[in-house]
């Protein structure tokens, strides 16, 4: 059976993940973490459609890493990087599905001596083959068709464009990396023609959208689209899982969810 610590345990997707680790026989929750200033530390947080199950909420990762072998953390950029830095240090593995960690701070996680962790901007499976689908398109299509994409989330997000959206644009940049790529996030007045090397990347907002991303090849005569739609967050609560579960078995090494799901 798998240990496994929550961070971020009332979130939407840590919530999520507390509900499908509950009905895995193959999952142990071992704690359930928040931030030191959320309102229900030290209260029992109850899993939904688990009767008589629930969790105390907790505030202190450094008094829980012992007993666990993987931490998921859906938190925000500062205490993830904080969490990998203490994780690296006991030998634990981490899933890492926190958006909008700064690129400097990646690169220092990715150097971190022993370090062991699967990160992704999305762990979604779908999203996952998406991106897949994308960078092949890409690499085929070349520079005769636009690239663009478009993302919708909902009201309450704070970061834009998604996580998601920049993971889109880095496999299409990929295909062609000498290519002087024209980044582009919104376009309004008389701005000419469009650019042979723009990627325009926008972000829509709005109700309770879970997450939805297209992104769009317009060449000569045709178009092709590629559309992934989110309609519950249990899809990155599963794939979070899925993570857990194979980075367990791994070495030191940071990891991402195509390597998980076998497409690279």
Known sequence: MIRIIVAGACGRVGAAVLRLAAADPDVNV??????????????RIDVPGQKGLGYLLEDNLGAS??????IIDFTEAKATVAAFGLAASKNKAMVIGTTAIPPDSLDAMRKTPGARAVISPNMSIGVNLLFSLTEKAAAVLGKEYDAEIVEMHHRLKKDA?????LKLREMIKGTEPGRPWVDVTGRQGMVGERKPDEIGLFALRGGDIVGEHTVFFAGPGERLEITHRAYSRENFARGALVAARWIVGKGPGIYDMAEVLGLK
Request: aromatic share 0%; net charge negative; charged share 20%.
């Open 161 to 165: 464009p998604s996580g998601t959206a």
């Open 65 to 70: 890493v012992d007993d666990c072998d993987v």
């Open 30 to 43: 071992t704690h359930a973490l928040e931030a030191k200033a959320h309102p229900l530390i030290g209260t």
